[in-house]
Protein backbone atom coordinates (compact mmCIF):
# COMPACT_ATOMS: atom_id res chain seq x y z
CA UNK A 1 0.00 0.00 0.00
CA UNK A 2 1.46 3.17 -1.22
CA UNK A 3 1.73 6.13 1.17
CA UNK A 4 -0.95 8.80 1.05
CA UNK A 5 -1.55 12.23 2.87
CA UNK A 6 -5.17 12.65 4.91
CA UNK A 7 -7.15 16.25 5.24
CA UNK A 8 -8.16 16.36 9.00
CA UNK A 9 -11.55 17.93 8.30
CA UNK A 10 -11.85 19.78 11.47
CA UNK A 11 -15.35 22.25 10.57
CA UNK A 12 -18.81 22.11 12.41
CA UNK A 13 -20.68 22.14 9.11
CA UNK A 14 -20.69 20.87 5.60
CA UNK A 15 -21.25 24.09 4.37
CA UNK A 16 -17.38 25.12 5.93
CA UNK A 17 -16.23 21.60 4.71
CA UNK A 18 -17.34 22.27 1.06
CA UNK A 19 -15.90 25.90 1.30
CA UNK A 20 -12.36 24.20 2.50
CA UNK A 21 -12.42 21.10 0.17
CA UNK A 22 -12.89 23.67 -2.83
CA UNK A 23 -9.50 25.52 -2.08
CA UNK A 24 -7.72 22.29 -3.28
CA UNK A 25 -8.72 22.64 -6.35
CA UNK A 26 -8.65 19.33 -8.73
CA UNK A 27 -7.40 17.33 -5.46
CA UNK A 28 -9.08 14.56 -4.40
CA UNK A 29 -7.55 13.98 -1.12
CA UNK A 30 -7.78 11.12 1.58
CA UNK A 31 -9.83 13.28 4.11
CA UNK A 32 -10.70 12.85 7.80
CA UNK A 33 -14.09 13.10 8.92
CA UNK A 34 -14.05 13.54 13.00
CA UNK A 35 -16.15 13.38 15.89
CA UNK A 36 -16.92 17.54 15.08
CA UNK A 37 -17.86 17.63 11.95
CA UNK A 38 -20.04 13.89 12.38
CA UNK A 39 -21.83 14.85 15.17
CA UNK A 40 -22.70 18.04 13.69
CA UNK A 41 -24.03 16.99 10.27
CA UNK A 42 -24.13 13.25 11.11
CA UNK A 43 -23.89 10.13 8.61
CA UNK A 44 -24.99 12.64 5.47
CA UNK A 45 -21.84 14.15 5.49
CA UNK A 46 -19.96 11.12 4.82
CA UNK A 47 -22.51 10.65 1.69
CA UNK A 48 -21.85 13.46 0.73
CA UNK A 49 -17.84 13.39 0.70
CA UNK A 50 -18.84 10.29 -1.14
CA UNK A 51 -20.23 11.01 -4.07
CA UNK A 52 -17.83 13.47 -4.20
CA UNK A 53 -15.14 10.89 -4.92
CA UNK A 54 -12.87 11.66 -1.82
CA UNK A 55 -11.81 8.74 0.00
CA UNK A 56 -12.69 8.84 3.96
CA UNK A 57 -11.25 8.16 7.24
CA UNK A 58 -13.89 8.11 9.54
CA UNK A 59 -11.95 8.84 12.97
CA UNK A 60 -15.25 8.07 15.58
CA UNK A 61 -12.41 6.14 17.96
CA UNK A 62 -14.67 4.06 19.80
CA UNK A 63 -14.42 2.78 22.99
CA UNK A 64 -17.42 1.21 25.71
CA UNK A 65 -17.79 -2.94 26.13
CA UNK A 66 -17.65 -5.13 23.33
CA UNK A 67 -21.09 -5.49 22.43
CA UNK A 68 -21.91 -1.73 22.55
CA UNK A 69 -18.93 -1.30 19.95
CA UNK A 70 -19.61 -4.13 17.81
CA UNK A 71 -23.02 -2.80 17.18
CA UNK A 72 -21.77 0.39 16.55
CA UNK A 73 -19.69 -0.82 13.83
CA UNK A 74 -22.29 -2.59 12.01
CA UNK A 75 -24.14 0.49 11.75
CA UNK A 76 -20.85 2.68 10.66
CA UNK A 77 -19.65 -0.08 7.78
CA UNK A 78 -22.95 0.62 6.44
CA UNK A 79 -21.75 4.13 5.43
CA UNK A 80 -19.20 2.46 3.46
CA UNK A 81 -16.14 4.46 4.44
CA UNK A 82 -12.53 3.43 3.66
CA UNK A 83 -11.06 3.79 7.40
CA UNK A 84 -12.20 3.63 10.77
CA UNK A 85 -10.96 3.53 14.44
CA UNK A 86 -11.36 2.55 17.74
CA UNK A 87 -9.33 2.60 21.09
CA UNK A 88 -6.79 -0.07 21.59
CA UNK A 89 -7.51 0.62 25.07
CA UNK A 90 -10.93 -0.87 25.23
CA UNK A 91 -8.86 -4.23 25.83
CA UNK A 92 -8.55 -7.71 22.59
CA UNK A 93 -12.25 -8.54 23.39
CA UNK A 94 -13.52 -5.03 22.51
CA UNK A 95 -11.26 -5.33 19.18
CA UNK A 96 -12.34 -8.61 18.12
CA UNK A 97 -16.02 -7.92 18.61
CA UNK A 98 -15.54 -4.27 16.54
CA UNK A 99 -14.12 -6.37 13.56
CA UNK A 100 -17.25 -9.08 13.78
CA UNK A 101 -19.55 -6.11 13.61
CA UNK A 102 -17.35 -4.16 11.02
CA UNK A 103 -17.45 -7.17 8.44
CA UNK A 104 -20.07 -7.57 6.03
CA UNK A 105 -22.08 -10.80 5.10
CA UNK A 106 -19.88 -11.39 1.86
CA UNK A 107 -16.84 -10.53 4.13
CA UNK A 108 -15.68 -7.28 2.57
CA UNK A 109 -15.00 -4.20 5.49
CA UNK A 110 -13.22 -0.68 5.92
CA UNK A 111 -9.84 -1.43 7.55
CA UNK A 112 -9.72 -0.62 10.98
CA UNK A 113 -7.12 0.59 12.95
CA UNK A 114 -6.61 1.52 16.62
CA UNK A 115 -5.45 4.20 18.86
CA UNK A 116 -2.72 3.74 20.58
CA UNK A 117 -1.95 6.60 22.93
CA UNK A 118 -3.20 10.02 21.37
CA UNK A 119 -0.33 12.21 20.25
CA UNK A 120 -1.39 15.05 22.82
CA UNK A 121 -0.77 12.64 25.38
CA UNK A 122 3.13 12.96 27.01
CA UNK A 123 5.01 10.31 28.91
CA UNK A 124 4.42 12.65 32.37
CA UNK A 125 0.53 12.91 31.75
CA UNK A 126 0.46 8.89 30.81
CA UNK A 127 2.41 8.31 34.20
CA UNK A 128 0.50 11.11 36.49
CA UNK A 129 -3.77 10.39 35.35
CA UNK A 130 -3.18 6.72 33.70
CA UNK A 131 -1.02 5.47 35.94
CA UNK A 132 1.13 3.81 33.30
CA UNK A 133 5.20 4.18 34.20
CA UNK A 134 6.22 2.03 31.14
CA UNK A 135 8.07 4.03 28.44
CA UNK A 136 5.68 5.74 25.66
CA UNK A 137 6.88 3.45 23.22
CA UNK A 138 6.63 0.20 24.68
CA UNK A 139 3.20 1.00 25.43
CA UNK A 140 2.44 2.05 21.83
CA UNK A 141 4.00 -1.51 20.42
CA UNK A 142 2.16 -3.43 22.92
CA UNK A 143 -1.35 -2.02 22.02
CA UNK A 144 -0.26 -1.80 18.33
CA UNK A 145 0.63 -5.85 19.05
CA UNK A 146 -2.73 -6.45 20.73
CA UNK A 147 -4.58 -4.98 17.73
CA UNK A 148 -2.65 -6.99 15.34
CA UNK A 149 -3.51 -9.88 17.45
CA UNK A 150 -7.21 -9.22 17.52
CA UNK A 151 -7.16 -9.09 13.87
CA UNK A 152 -6.98 -5.15 12.79
CA UNK A 153 -5.15 -3.71 9.34
CA UNK A 154 -3.24 -1.03 11.87
CA UNK A 155 -2.49 1.71 14.40
CA UNK A 156 -2.48 5.65 14.75
CA UNK A 157 0.75 6.39 16.63
CA UNK A 158 2.86 9.13 16.19
CA UNK A 159 5.23 8.72 14.00
CA UNK A 160 8.28 8.76 16.18
CA UNK A 161 6.48 5.51 16.74
CA UNK A 162 6.42 4.12 13.42
CA UNK A 163 9.72 2.38 13.40
CA UNK A 164 9.09 0.46 16.38
CA UNK A 165 5.28 -0.73 15.33
CA UNK A 166 6.88 -1.91 12.15
CA UNK A 167 9.39 -4.09 13.97
CA UNK A 168 6.86 -5.87 16.23
CA UNK A 169 4.36 -5.86 14.04
CA UNK A 170 5.60 -6.24 10.41
CA UNK A 171 6.15 -3.74 7.69
CA UNK A 172 2.33 -4.59 6.16
CA UNK A 173 0.90 -3.34 9.53
CA UNK A 174 -0.17 0.10 8.54
CA UNK A 175 0.74 3.24 10.83
CA UNK A 176 -1.46 5.77 10.84
CA UNK A 177 0.55 9.08 12.14
CA UNK A 178 -1.45 12.51 13.07
CA UNK A 179 1.27 14.55 15.05
CA UNK A 180 2.39 16.30 11.78
CA UNK A 181 3.74 20.07 11.48
CA UNK A 182 5.84 22.03 9.18
CA UNK A 183 9.13 22.60 10.50
CA UNK A 184 8.11 25.98 10.33
CA UNK A 185 4.72 25.53 12.35
CA UNK A 186 3.34 25.97 16.04
CA UNK A 187 3.13 22.72 17.25
CA UNK A 188 -0.34 24.23 18.88
CA UNK A 189 -1.77 21.11 21.96
CA UNK A 190 0.22 18.62 20.03
CA UNK A 191 2.96 17.03 21.94
CA UNK A 192 4.99 14.03 19.76
CA UNK A 193 5.22 16.34 16.28
CA UNK A 194 7.75 15.36 13.64
CA UNK A 195 7.55 16.84 9.89
CA UNK A 196 5.92 15.37 6.25
CA UNK A 197 9.53 14.39 5.57
CA UNK A 198 10.87 12.90 9.19
CA UNK A 199 7.51 10.85 9.18
CA UNK A 200 7.96 9.34 5.67
CA UNK A 201 12.03 8.58 6.53
CA UNK A 202 10.39 6.90 10.19
CA UNK A 203 8.32 4.79 7.81
CA UNK A 204 4.67 5.80 8.41
CA UNK A 205 2.34 4.63 6.08
CA UNK A 206 -0.18 7.71 6.24
CA UNK A 207 -0.07 11.12 7.97
CA UNK A 208 -3.26 13.01 9.09
CA UNK A 209 -2.49 16.60 8.57
CA UNK A 210 -5.48 18.94 10.31
CA UNK A 211 -4.44 22.62 10.90
CA UNK A 212 -0.71 23.08 8.71
CA UNK A 213 -3.30 22.55 5.94
CA UNK A 214 -6.99 23.77 6.80
CA UNK A 215 -5.56 27.22 8.29
CA UNK A 216 -3.18 27.68 6.23
CA UNK A 217 -2.95 30.86 4.17
CA UNK A 218 -3.14 28.99 0.91
CA UNK A 219 -4.21 25.17 1.69
CA UNK A 220 -3.60 24.04 -1.54
CA UNK A 221 0.10 24.68 -1.38
CA UNK A 222 -0.03 23.33 2.04
CA UNK A 223 -1.00 20.02 0.62
CA UNK A 224 0.57 19.99 -2.22
CA UNK A 225 4.04 20.79 -0.03
CA UNK A 226 3.03 17.94 2.18
CA UNK A 227 2.64 15.32 -0.80
CA UNK A 228 6.18 16.41 -2.01
CA UNK A 229 7.32 15.74 1.54
CA UNK A 230 6.06 12.51 2.54
CA UNK A 231 5.08 11.02 -1.11
CA UNK A 232 7.33 12.70 -3.91
O1 LIG B 1 -4.65 19.90 13.46
P1 LIG B 1 -3.86 18.66 13.69
O2 LIG B 1 -2.88 18.36 12.54
O3 LIG B 1 -3.21 18.60 15.04
O4 LIG B 1 -4.97 17.51 13.62
C1 LIG B 1 -4.68 16.16 13.93
C2 LIG B 1 -5.92 15.35 13.80
O5 LIG B 1 -5.61 14.01 14.11
C3 LIG B 1 -7.07 15.77 14.72
O6 LIG B 1 -8.26 15.59 13.95
C4 LIG B 1 -7.03 14.77 15.85
O7 LIG B 1 -8.31 14.47 16.36
C5 LIG B 1 -6.44 13.54 15.18
N1 LIG B 1 -5.74 12.60 16.04
C6 LIG B 1 -4.63 12.93 16.80
N2 LIG B 1 -4.00 11.99 17.57
C7 LIG B 1 -4.45 10.74 17.60
C8 LIG B 1 -5.57 10.38 16.82
C9 LIG B 1 -6.19 11.35 16.05
O8 LIG B 1 -4.19 14.07 16.76
N3 LIG B 1 -3.79 9.83 18.29
Same mark, same amino acid.
Given at each position: MGRDVIIACDFDSKEQTLDFLDKLGDHKPYVKIG???????? =?????? +??ERGYKIFLDLKLHDIP? %??????????? +????MCNLHAAGTCKMMEAAL??? %??????? =? !??IAV %??????????????????? =???????????? #????? !?????????ESGRVHEVCGEGFLTV %? =????????DKGDQARVTTPAKAKELGSDYIVVGRSITAAADPKAAYER?? #??FVG
Open positions: MELYYAEG =PSIVKA +LKN %TVKKAMKVLSN +LDVDEGL %TREDGSR =P !LL %TQLTSTTQERMEADMLIYE =PMEKVVSHYASN #AKNSG !LDGVVCSPL %T =PGVRFADDCI #AE
